[in-house]
């Protein structure tokens, strides 16, 4: 167990924190902390209380993000950085993002008094890295380092109330830095960023996995809407070579894309596609009426970029063949796209190395993570995933505080190595 002078049990201060947080930001099953919003705002103020009443320094930057420090540690050198989210998707789980702060505010504490650690340590409490909320992911982090696109501030929150820049506003940020491109932070500064994470998906639970590394995160292509316009008719009325049925464009588009994922998997590539919306339009579909309007999302992602660009001109191709064919036609919002990020190898060794017992298992990562930008600016990067009952963006996330444990202790061993 670490040493930690302000609290004795890091299980209970980890279980208390974290349920704290849940308690605060519940939304009926699941929890919601919107980014640059109420959820968040709420987050963030509990990390802040508790990090203060641990004689922790707490800072807030021009993006809104915070930061956590020992105040006896004033070296400037560059830093370790600690550091996860504070956001959720709509009533989700409490220990996606969450679990990674709470963890570095554990190792902060493990590392009071003692003098192996070479370089400072901050923890780094990120805002909007959930693309729910704004259509958009790494929406702090990006920020933080000038990469946000300005366009982005314009983006309307999926409930119309405000826009991205209109919110980071409320919330104290530098919205005209942002949106200039300044970045408000120098690479130069962060010697490591460092990220422990739930894992997202299902491999490390049936693999019986506690703890894993993370070789890489996947990057994305997306629309968040894209419009089929066919023409909407009488369903006894009008004879099948008369239709032009947006449903079964979309559906026969979907198909298309399948084989095409199937083959593509068969061929050694990597990539997942989803598409997460699909509905006919709700002022006229009724059982009796053709389909002249679907409005649905599409996603792809992949470890490799040319991959995303190759499915995804697939995808468009594919459109156009069917609007040929069924006299429909395709409108797409702005595309999207996230770049796929590798890990650092140097600091995958060193935490494989700090390990105890067998050897550490290697992962990609399906999702996305703040760890993607700062390792795309060049900064060296690293994840750790713990062991996740029941999947994530969902309020039956359920990971285990002796997994959790294990992976805080298998970073501050890491880190005290070097």
Not at 85 to 97: C, E, I, R, Y
Not at 180 to 188: P, V
Request: include cysteine.
């Amino acid at each position: 167990m670490m040493a930690c002078e302000t609290a004795t049990d890091t299980r209970a201060l980890a279980l208390s924190l974290l349920a704290e947080i849940r308690e605060a930001t519940r939304d009926g099953l699941g929890v919601t902390r919107e980014s640059y919003g109420k959820g968040e705002n709420t987050a963030l103020r509990i990390l802040t209380e508790r990090a203060q009443a641990l004689d922790l320094r707490c800072e807030s930057d021009r993006a809104g993000n915070l930061w956590l420090s020992l105040p006896e540690d004033e070296r400037a050198a560059p830093c370790l950085v600690i550091g996860s989210h504070a956001d959720s998707v709509p009533q989700g789980g409490n220990f996606d993002g969450l679990a990674g702060i709470v963890a570095g505010m554990l190792i902060l504490l493990g590392l009071r008094g003692r003098h192996e650690q070479s370089q400072p340590v901050r923890v780094l409490a990120l805002r909007g890295e959930e693309s729910a909320w704004y259509g958009k992911a790494y929406l702090g982090s990006l920020s933080l380092l000038g990469k946000l696109p300005a366009a982005t501030l314009a983006r309307p929150r999926r409930d119309g109330v405000d826009s991205l820049g209109e919110a980071m506003a409320r919330c104290g940020a530098d919205v005209g830095a942002i949106e200039r491109g300044e970045a408000l932070i120098d690479t130069a500064d962060i010697a490591a960023y460092l990220e422990l994470h739930i894992e997202q998906g299902p491999i490390m639970v049936n693999r019986g996995w506690p703890v894993a590394l993370v070789t890489g995160i996947r990057g994305n292509v997306r629309h968040n809407l894209v419009r089929c316009i066919g023409e909407t008719g009488h369903s006894g009325a009008v004879p099948r070579w008369l239709r032009k049925d947006a449903l079964l464009a979309v559906a026969e588009l979907l198909s298309r894309m399948d084989e095409h994922w199937r083959v593509l998997l068969q061929m050694g590539m990597d990539m997942v596609m989803t598409t997460g919306i699909c509905s006919t339009s709700t002022q006229s579909h009724a059982v009796s009426v053709i389909p002249g309007e679907v409005a649905f999302s599409f996603e792809v992602r992949s470890q490799d970029t040319q991959t995303l660009e190759r499915f995804y001109t697939l995808m468009r191709e594919e459109c156009a063949a069917i609007e040929r064919a069924r006299g429909v036609r395709f409108e797409f919002d702005d595309r999207l796209f996230t770049e796929p990020a590798t890990m650092d190898a140097g600091w995958l060794d060193r935490l494989e190395a700090a390990g105890e017992g067998p050897k550490l298992e290697r992962i990609a990562s399906g999702a996305g993570h703040d760890a993607a930008v700062f390792a795309n600016a060049g900064v060296p990067s690293a994840m750790v995933f713990i062991r996740n009952e029941n999947g994530s963006h969902n309020p039956h996330e359920a990971m285990d505080i002796d997994d959790f444990v294990a992976g805080v202790e298998l970073m501050q061993r890491a880190m005290l190595a070097g």
